[in-house]
């Protein structure tokens, strides 16, 4: 397997001086924390104390026991929408207020509670994806009881403006979370700046360790648990702490602070490179914000050629896209589908996630197989023969609806 | 499902050695099917002559599994005779590329659809 | 740190074998399994089919697919007990039978749902831990949604006749969990043998990583999800698959299912040596089952010496105790209170638990030290001094009720 | 906490090595507070002489904490007037020992108790 990365939306590898951090846990320091009765337990604690500050520098948050250790996002994004509206039991007509291009862990758990009678309000976007703040703000009343918006997005990587988001959260005496997974490390997040009270990570979107995360909980902000069981986490998480996993998202949070600089500029010099070869193509069109986008993402659709094909085209890149043909669920990307890309064009898209381990010469690779890839598949397109014969292929009537599953 | 590993050998030679690209020259029926939106498109066109296939190409906007279904339908169209034609199954077309991942399997479909839109439309034009 | 570690009930170190199955996943095999479009995805969705038909030959599962894989025991007692109660969320009078010595992570989830109406019948369990069959049936009545019982307790090493009750939940046509975190890799479980519809595992209790877990779950039980955004684990979970933890608890299942036998053996021989040594200090009450217990287990009251003092005169080895002065909370052990073992006693509770790593001459060095301190603090104990002139210090009027926190 | 990192090497000194274990012969002031229910018993015999407490032993059942300030209260007491020693404070043990954890505040205060009720028992019985 010796294949060219270009997923680092979806996960990244470890760092070297990740796993380095979190070999000695596994084997000699490997206590439990609750353990108060010896040695092996304190030195666990001390390595989560530790850990807790590195995650705490990283958001800006004042005070380590404000960081919640979580099995992950998911559970980070579950606990902060859950628990908030858990915790305002009594309140009747709640609402949340969202945009529809947040991650299913932010849509789903939203989704739970319009059974239990919390409704969600989406704000408006633009046709990036970024966050319409005036109707941000007129969404908001008294029965809002959270605002969750993202840093940014996964997909086409449009960057929310957070601190403006939490100057309005904060005039109207609203909690404001943020999912900042895929923003940490790339963009600066300060809790304290941002006036974020909410905000969730996951270690292994920074090339740190799967199934460990955090929430930042400002202190005043109640949560009911989700996960109870000896009170661990200041009472909002319990369960034996996971000290390899939290020894590693520490680590990754320090050099994600440490290198951030350094690595954006790394990030921009490749995406630079990989933006102008694919310019070369012609009808191709750049999904989400030319500018306020993450540093390690472009999403483009290759007009007339689907994007699962174009992808068999590039044998040996790992790269994903927003057509229904890599999902087993059969729907191309919501998030394009919210910005009112046209479904034909979200089948031709794809996501290009760059990452620490990636060069020049991956990016000379990948272009190649992509131009030739297009050239090839557009050869076979009957819709690229109507485009250039002057027909706009989304406005024909189609004969039939084709069926997708029989 | 993972698209590489899913895949049989044959649909992926058929993907990357496509037979029958194109339209053929002089024909007499011609099948499109599909939308944009849903993700696939296939336009079949062929010549029939005394009731024989004698010439099938495709072009086909969709995943590789709509474009190996479609160069494995041409192949196995032509020199068939129209009612033999009008009987292939998308089945057939699956087991002759080794299988489809079940997610895939409409795409099968489509070459199916297309190659009965042909005829039909061949048909249609034979009786003026 | 060269401490004898005697705590295996609270977590246990890597197995070396777990360890280098885990190693390829942090930096090459480290794709996201939900990841279809590349060989990275496609490699790690192999490596967590392949821990799933593991974790599930552990237990007896037919079906690897119902394993669902969790944060941790934890997480897997939650989603059972809550996940059961809002998954029949329109019934009323709801109520869930347990034990008074479950974990915190099955009694505080019950705890909770009483807020919301489902209410938890306690059967009654005889004085060595062991539940009461027939109260347990005559708790059981049309509005009983769920059945918890542990396969084996954590303090003082008691197990459940599991099969029994499983039959009982079957008759009843009631779903039986049993969080079998201590029991597996000691006691043999099969969930079909036994009527099993729910269990719940710990990796870390095994010699696999800490953060991971699963949950069994039947076919036809329906759960709520705790955590959705996605709908992986078959919608019951949902977050990225924490892979390296789940090849961990692949091997440390798979590990545990083939030296059982040889483990058990080895620690019951270990344990008749410390048992024996132990037999020689006088005023020594052993705590729980003398036979249907854990092999790793011995839980004994040094009768007037207080167990925090007991275990710093053992310095150098890593116990612990069921003395409310090892306990935050400054409450004594509630388990030995459930068994109607005396406060007294309990102050005086010492728990010993094997693992892997103990030898002969450890528990040589234990035991000397053990009869030293025991000595040492009996002659400065004054309520040694009263037993010996006859008095029964549990029946003394004491003259002040010692306020604790000042 | 930690039971061995949170005392200080006093506290640990205190325990391993305590002073004045043991009843006083010919005591003329005994006290006994806590409960073993509670987890503590102290019994603090002192032996009073013209106002002066001239010695002082302590049996105690309780954690670490308990031994080393029955173990220091003794040390600070012996040759203390009965009246300094009555305003002899919790906080006074504890800082002599170093501090104690937090959660380990309430043992000293068994110490005090302890030597309260054994200046009590000396004066009423010297009052008769
Ligand atoms: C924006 C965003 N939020 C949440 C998640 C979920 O996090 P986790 O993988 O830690 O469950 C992801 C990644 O899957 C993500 O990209
Ligand atoms: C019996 C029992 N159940 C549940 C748990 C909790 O499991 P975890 O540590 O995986 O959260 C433990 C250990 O803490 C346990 O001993």
């Given amino acids: 397997m010796k294949q060219i990365y270009l997923d680092h939306h979806a996960t990244t590898p470890l760092d070297k001086e990740v796993l380095d951090a979190m070999i000695p846990t596994f084997m000699q320091d490997f206590g439990n924390p609750s353990s108060n009765t010896h040695e092996y337990g304190h030195r666990a604690r001390y390595l989560v104390d530790n850990a807790r500050k590195q995650v705490a520098q990283l958001i800006?948050?004042?005070?380590?026991?404000?960081?919640i250790f979580t099995s992950g996002a998911t559970e980070s994004n579950n606990l902060s929408i859950k628990g908030c509206a858990q915790a305002k039991m009594t309140q009747s007509h709640k609402n949340i207020v969202t945009i529809a291009i947040e991650h299913k862990a932010v849509l789903d758990p939203l989704k739970r509670l319009r059974k239990e009678g919390v409704n969600t309000r989406f704000a408006k976007l633009d046709s990036y994806g970024v966050v319409d703040l005036d109707d941000l703000a007129s969404k908001i009343d008294k029965n809002t009881i959270l605002i969750s918006i993202q840093a940014a997005n996964s997909e086409i990587g449009t960057l929310q403006p957070i601190r403006d988001i939490g100057i309005i959260?904060?005039?109207?005496?609203?909690?404001?979370?943020?999912?900042?997974?895929?923003?940490?490390?790339?963009?600066?997040?300060d809790v304290e700046r941002d006036f974020i009270d909410l905000l969730s990570i996951s270690a292994h979107k920074m090339y740190g360790p799967k199934g460990i995360g955090a929430l930042?909980?400002?202190?005043?902000?109640?949560?009911?648990?989700?996960?109870?069981?000896g009170g661990h986490e200041r009472g909002m998480r319990s369960g034996t702490l996971n000290v390899p996993?939290?020894?590693?998202?520490?680590?990754?949070?320090?050099?994600?602070?440490?290198?951030?600089?350094?690595?954006?500029?790394?990030?921009?010099?490749?995406?630079?490179?990989?933006?102008?070869?694919?310019?070369?193509?012609?009808?191709?069109?750049?999904n989400g914000h030319p500018v306020r986008r993450l540093p390690n993402n472009l999403n483009y659709a290759f007009s007339y050629v689907e994007g699962e094909s174009l992808i068999l085209a590039c044998r040996g890149v790992a790269l994903s896209s927003g057509s229904a043909c890599t999902s087993t669920s059969l729907q191309s990307s919501y998030v394009l589908k919210a910005l009112n890309i046209p479904d034909f064009l979200a089948h031709c898209s794809i996501r290009f996630g760059l990452g620490k381990s990636n060069t020049e010469e991956q990016i000379d690779v990948v272009l190649d197989m992509l131009e030739k890839g297009v050239k090839k598949l557009r050869?076979?397109?009957?819709?690229?023969?109507?485009?250039?014969?002057?027909?706009?292929?989304?406005?024909?009537?189609?004969?039939?609806?084709?069926?997708?599953?029989r | 499902m993972d698209i590489w590993e899913e895949y049989t050998e044959k649909v992926l030679d058929h993907y990357e050695n496509p037979r029958n690209v194109g339209i053929v020259q002089g024909a007499n029926g011609v099948g499109v099917v599909g939308n944009p939106a849903c993700g696939d498109v296939m336009k079949l066109t062929i010549r029939v002559e005394k009731g024989v296939i004698v010439d099938a190409k495709f072009k086909t906007f969709g995943c590789g599994a709509a474009i190996a279904t479609s160069s494995m339908v041409t192949e196995m169209v032509k020199g068939k005779k129209v009612e033999e034609a009008l009987v292939l199954s998308n089945k057939a077309v699956m087991d002759a590329l080794g299988g489809l991942p079940k997610v895939k399997r409409h795409c099968s479909v489509l070459a199916e659809d297309a190659l009965k839109a042909a005829i039909d439309d061949y048909m249609s034009k034979s009786k003026k």
């Avoid at chain 1, 800006?60 to 960081?67: E, F, M, R, V």
């Avoid at chain 1, 600089?261 to 990989?274: D, G, P, Q």
């Fill in chain 1, 169 to 189: 959260a904060r005039e109207h005496g609203v909690p404001f979370h943020t999912d900042a997974v895929q923003a940490l490390g790339k963009i600066e997040i």
């Fill in chain 1, 60 to 67: 800006g948050a004042k005070n380590p026991d404000d960081i």
């Fill in chain 1, 379 to 405: 050869s076979m397109s009957p819709l690229y023969d109507m485009a250039k014969e002057g027909i706009d292929v989304e406005h024909v009537k189609w004969s039939n609806e084709h069926k997708r599953v």
């Fill in chain 1, 245 to 286: 996993g939290i020894v590693g998202l520490g680590k990754a949070a320090e050099i994600a602070r440490r290198d951030r600089e350094s690595f954006v500029a790394f990030l921009l010099s490749l995406r630079r490179k990989l933006a102008d070869g694919i310019s070369r193509i012609d009808d191709v069109i750049l």
């Fill in chain 1, 216 to 229: 930042y909980v400002r202190r005043g902000i109640k949560l009911v648990p989700l996960l109870e069981g």
